[in-house]
């Protein structure tokens, strides 16, 4: 009995080699809950596991199965099947197993739904799996699971046959073979020797949640709106001794299996939204998945605290659980990305290859400008603007700035501020995301911009540590939010001239109550809505951190671009209004230093002055910048994971949806073969093996082994 030790999706003389020296094979139970090709969860420890169902849960449940060859061809011809009893036993009675039609060089189909038909039907279907038992089960008498035909098939295929195994529980009992006569008594016997815990147990994992809050509290310039009491993430697994579940010791576990390390690191940072117990999930899937595309690297995943505002009203209201508040999440994200470079450079792997998905890239890119050494790092579905990883665009307040800038990602406030597209909007000038422009590079004020902020990751790219940026174009989260078109310009070009959005157009853009559409736009929306207080101007959804810059208008009486003007008067009140974008142009560039056209935050109020502001003149400078850009400069590219980077080698922007799906299979109900933000997670491993399979090559030089 021969597995899969190298875990490279085939069986081998290697593989034979190591069962020959009874060398003991490493894997996890099955105790998560996966369903069809896109649902359940992939946290350890769900109360209705996998294993308890008699059944192979879908292409998700398909990596927590392990091959293993049985080599039975001459003893079919001693011993025949109809003579003598063929038993596979566990003592420990911790196994199920299901017949397959695999052979050894293509015992990894059922991972990739390549193959015969019956390889097909267990990925496809619900194929039945057999608990295999103390007193042992019968392979020729299972005609009803499948273990008749295996038999005959062995017989007339000669060459050995494939099962699939998974773990019901943690042990370290063997796999056993045996053949006796009618009579009971045993003429051959052979043993897998295995161990088995649970997946947790096989990598290590740090938790920056705790070191964020005590961050906070040191440094003693922001503190996190809200703490919480709990699900605060599982403790550091990083030492030998750490390695203990549910009192039970598995370090032996661990370090039988870490010692086939091939001594690369890679280290992986989850998204936003994702709690600490989400957060266990996220990380064993993505150890799964390189695991069976063959990375042989220590794998470390990173939980950070990127669910702030998490509340029981939105799990209530919406489904799903949602942090509403992304821009606090933001600056978590940044501090959390300083902490991680120190862990980095105190803990040997500054020559890791890192992964991060969503907003963990800002985790990432924060540490690598701080100064975190890396070897390679891939970007993928990441939540941060494309200019922040772009040189400054130097183009001039009258150029044509929309070339420069993505062209829904403007207000149509202030681009088209009376719905009409042939009226000249408010400037660019005038605009809070040019507002650092007015300063020059001694003033504090001239770093209020998401332009190349996190450039060193662009800078990397020609010494050594590349970042390979995997988007998609149809993400629903970074999809961008365009309002019913009213009217078009001469030229014909589409553009959108509708008011702000508001609560109205988003709930009939979203499905709050359908998972598929949650997060749908939001993205853009963050960027969109700063300065404006909300989903609308009435309905606070953020607190105040998004109510000023950005969008919003500046109606401080004192600076006179919002003006009421008492005429014969309406129903007794006055008339009030913007001063116009004809007007507002002829504004001195060097008024707008105190005076900007955007909302103006009082709480701020050192930042609006004529006078120099040096940046050793503030308190708490880099707090401050990183509160600022959270939360009133917008942004006007799209996400990173949106289109790709345009200043990287298109060798390193990798199209997700173009690679990997289109053309290919994908899941039925993913119509037009769609990709969604999260199905780096949910999307069975058949369907995208491809890219952990390039994922492992670039961790390994090139080679898959």
Same mark, same amino acid.
């Given at each position: 009995?021969?597995?899969?030790?190298?875990?490279?999706?085939?069986?081998?003389?290697? =593989?034979?080699?190591?069962?020959?020296?009874?060398? %003991?094979?490493?894997?996890?139970?099955?105790?998560?809950?996966?369903?069809?090709?896109?649902?359940?969860? =992939?946290?350890?420890?769900?109360?209705?596991?996998?294993?308890?169902?008699?059944?192979?849960?879908?292409?998700?449940?398909?990596?927590?199965?392990?091959?293993?060859?049985?080599?039975?061809?001459?003893?079919?011809?001693?011993?025949?099947?109809?003579?003598?009893?063929?038993?596979?036993?566990?003592?420990?009675?911790?196994?199920?197993?299901?017949?397959?039609?695999?052979?050894?060089?293509?015992?990894?189909?059922?991972?990739?739904?390549?193959?015969?038909?019956?390889?097909?039907?267990?990925?496809?279907?619900?194929?039945?799996?057999?608990?295999?038992?103390?007193?042992?089960?019968?392979?020729?008498?299972?005609?009803?699971?499948?273990? $008749?035909?295996?038999?005959?098939?062995?017989?007339?295929?000669?060459?050995? +046959?494939?099962?699939?195994?998974?773990?019901?529980?943690?042990?370290?009992?063997?796999?056993?073979?045996?053949?006796?006569?009618?009579?009971?008594?045993?003429?051959?016997?052979?043993?897998?020797? #295995?161990?088995?815990?649970?997946?947790?147990?096989?990598? *290590?994992?740090?938790?920056?949640?705790? @070191?964020?809050?005590?961050?906070?509290?040191?440094?003693?310039?922001?503190?996190?709106?809200?703490?919480?009491?709990?699900?605060? &993430?599982?403790?550091?697994?990083?030492?030998?001794?750490?390695?203990?579940?549910?009192?039970?010791?598995?370090?032996?576990?661990?370090?039988?299996?870490?010692?086939?390390?091939? +001594?690369?690191?890679?280290?992986?940072?989850?998204?936003?939204?994702?709690?600490?117990?989400?957060?266990?999930?996220?990380?064993?899937?993505?150890?799964? *998945?390189?695991?069976?595309?063959?990375?042989?690297?220590?794998?470390?995943?990173?939980?950070?605290?990127?669910?702030?505002?998490?509340?029981?009203?939105?799990?209530? #209201?919406?489904?799903?659980? $949602?942090?509403?508040?992304?821009?606090?999440?933001?600056?978590?994200?940044?501090?959390?990305?300083?902490?991680?470079?120190?862990?980095?450079?105190?803990?040997?792997?500054?020559?890791?290859?890192?992964?991060?998905?969503?907003?963990?890239?800002?985790?990432?890119?924060?540490?690598?400008?701080?100064?975190?050494?890396?070897?390679?790092?891939?970007?993928?579905?990441?939540?941060?603007?494309?200019?922040?990883? %772009?040189?400054?665009?130097?183009?001039?307040?009258?150029?044509?700035?929309?070339?420069?800038?993505?062209?829904?990602?403007?207000?149509?406030?202030?681009?088209?501020?009376?719905?009409?597209?042939?009226?000249?909007?408010?400037?660019?000038?005038?605009?809070?995301?040019?507002?650092?422009?007015?300063?020059?590079?001694? =003033?504090? $004020?001239?770093?209020?911009?998401?332009?190349?902020?996190? &450039?060193?990751?662009?800078?990397?790219?020609?010494?050594?540590?590349?970042?390979?940026?995997?988007?998609?174009?149809?993400?629903?989260?970074?999809? @961008?939010?365009?309002?019913?078109?009213?009217?078009?310009?001469?030229?014909?070009?589409?553009?959108?001239?509708?008011?702000?959005?508001?609560?109205?157009?988003?709930?009939?853009?979203?499905?709050? /109550?359908?998972?598929?559409?949650?997060?749908?736009?939001?993205?853009?929306?963050?960027?969109?809505?700063?300065?404006?207080?909300?989903?609308?101007?009435?309905?606070?959804?953020?607190?105040?951190?998004?109510?000023?810059?950005?969008?919003?208008?500046?109606?401080?009486?004192?600076? +006179?671009?919002?003006?009421?003007?008492?005429?014969?008067?309406?129903?007794?009140?006055? /008339?009030?209004?913007?001063?116009?974008?004809?007007?507002?142009?002829?504004?001195?560039? #060097?008024?707008?230093?105190?005076?900007?056209?955007?909302?103006?935050?009082?709480?701020?109020?050192?930042?609006?002055?004529?006078? @120099?502001?040096?940046?050793?003149?503030?308190?708490?400078?880099?707090?401050?910048?990183?509160?600022?850009?959270?939360?009133?400069?917008?942004?006007?590219?799209?996400?990173? &994971?949106?289109?790709?980077?345009?200043?990287?080698?298109?060798?390193?922007?990798?199209?997700?949806?173009?690679?990997?799906?289109?053309?290919?299979?994908?899941?039925?109900?993913?119509?037009?073969?769609?990709?969604?933000?999260?199905?780096?997670?949910?999307?069975?491993?058949?369907?995208?093996?491809?890219?952990? =399979?390039?994922?492992?090559?670039?961790?390994?030089? +090139?080679?898959?082994?």
């Amino acid at each position: 009995m021969t597995p899969d030790y190298y875990h490279n999706r085939m069986i081998d003389d290697k =593989d034979r080699d190591r069962a020959m020296n009874e060398d %003991i094979f490493y894997f996890w139970i099955n105790d998560d809950d996966d369903q069809g090709d896109l649902e359940g969860s =992939d946290i350890p420890g769900a109360s209705r596991p996998d294993w308890d169902n008699a059944v192979v849960d879908g292409t998700r449940d398909l990596e927590d199965f392990f091959p293993v060859s049985l080599n039975l061809v001459e003893l079919l011809d001693i011993y025949l099947p109809w003579q003598y009893h063929y038993r596979l036993k566990a003592v420990g009675e911790n196994l199920n197993i299901a017949f397959t039609d695999l052979t050894p060089t293509d015992s990894g189909n059922y991972l990739t739904a390549e193959g015969t038909n019956m390889t097909r039907e267990i990925v496809f279907s619900k194929a039945e799996t057999v608990p295999v038992t103390k007193a042992g089960i019968d392979l020729f008498k299972l005609k009803k699971q499948g273990g $008749r035909q295996f038999m005959e098939r062995l017989r007339l295929q000669e060459q050995p +046959g494939v099962i699939l195994v998974e773990g019901r529980k943690a042990g370290t009992t063997p796999l056993l073979l045996e053949i006796t006569d009618v009579n009971g008594n045993k003429v051959f016997s052979s043993q897998l020797n #295995l161990s088995l815990a649970g997946v947790e147990m096989m990598f *290590r994992q740090k938790n920056l949640i705790q @070191p964020l809050f005590d961050f906070y509290q040191t440094n003693a310039f922001v503190t996190p709106d809200h703490v919480p009491t709990t699900a605060l &993430g599982p403790p550091d697994r990083l030492k030998l001794q750490s390695f203990v579940d549910a009192g039970q010791d598995y370090s032996a576990h661990f370090s039988g299996f870490e010692a086939d390390n091939d +001594g690369n690191d890679f280290v992986f940072v989850h998204g936003y939204n994702t709690n600490g117990e989400e957060a266990r999930g996220s990380q064993t899937e993505i150890f799964k *998945r390189m695991y069976w595309s063959g990375s042989h690297a220590r794998f470390l995943g990173v939980t950070w605290y990127g669910w702030d505002s998490q509340s029981s009203f939105w799990q209530g #209201l919406c489904a799903g659980k $949602r942090a509403i508040n992304y821009h606090i999440n933001v600056r978590h994200a940044y501090y959390t990305g300083q902490l991680l470079k120190q862990f980095v450079a105190s803990n040997n792997l500054s020559n890791a290859t890192f992964a991060a998905h969503s907003l963990g890239n800002m985790v990432m890119a924060s540490a690598i400008k701080n100064g975190m050494n890396y070897r390679q790092y891939f970007m993928t579905n990441a939540a941060v603007p494309e200019e922040a990883f %772009i040189p400054q665009i130097a183009y001039a307040d009258d150029a044509n700035w929309a070339t420069n800038t993505g062209k829904l990602m403007y207000h149509p406030d202030w681009r088209y501020p009376n719905g009409d597209p042939n009226e000249e909007g408010y400037k660019p000038f005038l605009w809070a995301t040019e507002w650092y422009k007015r300063f020059d590079q001694t =003033d504090y $004020r001239q770093s209020m911009t998401w332009r190349d902020f996190f &450039g060193k990751v662009t800078q990397n790219q020609g010494k050594g540590a590349p970042t390979y940026n995997f988007y998609s174009t149809n993400d629903e989260v970074f999809r @961008p939010f365009t309002m019913p078109l009213q009217d078009k310009p001469v030229d014909g070009t589409e553009v959108n001239i509708d008011r702000k959005p508001g609560l109205w157009e988003v709930l009939k853009n979203i499905s709050c /109550t359908d998972v598929s559409r949650v997060g749908t736009y939001s993205w853009s929306l963050q960027e969109l809505l700063k300065g404006l207080g909300g989903l609308t101007d009435q309905i606070d959804l953020f607190g105040t951190d998004s109510r000023f810059g950005g969008w919003g208008f500046n109606d401080d009486p004192a600076d +006179g671009y919002y003006r009421c003007v008492p005429p014969e008067t309406v129903d007794g009140e006055e /008339t009030c209004g913007r001063m116009s974008p004809a007007e507002a142009q002829k504004v001195d560039p #060097l008024t707008l230093k105190a005076k900007p056209l955007f909302s103006k935050n009082l709480n701020n109020s050192f930042l609006y002055s004529a006078d @120099p502001l040096p940046e050793q003149s503030v308190t708490n400078a880099e707090a401050k910048r990183i509160e600022l850009l959270a939360n009133e400069f917008p942004a006007l590219t799209y996400a990173a &994971g949106h289109r790709g980077v345009s200043r990287f080698d298109r060798e390193f922007n990798i199209d997700i949806r173009g690679r990997y799906i289109k053309g290919g299979r994908w899941p039925r109900k993913r119509i037009k073969k769609e990709w969604r933000h999260n199905d780096i997670y949910s999307v069975g491993y058949p369907y995208l093996y491809g890219m952990y =399979d390039y994922w492992a090559r670039l961790i390994d030089g +090139g080679n898959l082994q």
